[in-house]
């Protein structure tokens, strides 16, 4: 099963749609990880075997956090980052968490596509 850990810029609903589709899924909040560094955090998602989910842009950075090295990782790229759109795009991603590979790839989803690399 696909575990998840959720950022704090993310709104407290997403955590709670991943645990009602199934999925294991914890808060940067919810760990009182709020406002603890990226490094830190990503070590911390690495340790717990757990994909993080963020709109922070920083993770793309494979040379910073190459995908190989770490559970995975989602990152939201969004024009808009209210809390219905965010939610929006992630119900849109829930058939794609079941059949798509996620394990040490990079996921970068805007409104309309989601980029892998692995």
Same mark, same amino acid.
């Given at each position: 099963m696909l575990a998840f850990k959720v #950022? /704090?810029?993310?709104? %407290?609903? =997403?955590?709670?749609? +991943?645990? *009602? /589709? !199934?999925? #294991?899924a914890v808060s940067v909040l919810d760990? &009182?990880?709020? !406002? =603890?560094g990226d490094a830190t955090v990503a070590s911390v998602c690495k340790n717990e075997g *757990? @994909? +993080? @989910?963020? +709109? #922070?842009? !920083?993770?793309?950075d494979i &040379?910073?956090?190459?995908? *190989?090295?770490?559970?995975?990782f989602i990152v939201l790229r969004?024009? &808009?980052q209210s809390a219905f759109h965010v939610i929006n795009i992630i119900? *849109?991603?829930?058939p794609l968490l %079941?059949?798509?590979p996620l394990a040490h790839c990079l996921w970068i989803v805007s409104e309309t596509k989601v980029r892998v690399k692995r």
């Open positions: #950022d /704090e810029n993310l709104p %407290s609903q =997403a955590t709670k749609l +991943l645990c *009602r /589709e !199934g999925y #294991d760990q &009182r990880l709020g !406002g =603890a *757990r @994909i +993080l @989910i963020t +709109l #922070d842009t !920083g993770f793309a &040379r910073t956090y190459p995908p *190989r090295d770490f559970p995975g969004l024009r &808009r119900k *849109r991603l829930m %079941s059949s798509q």
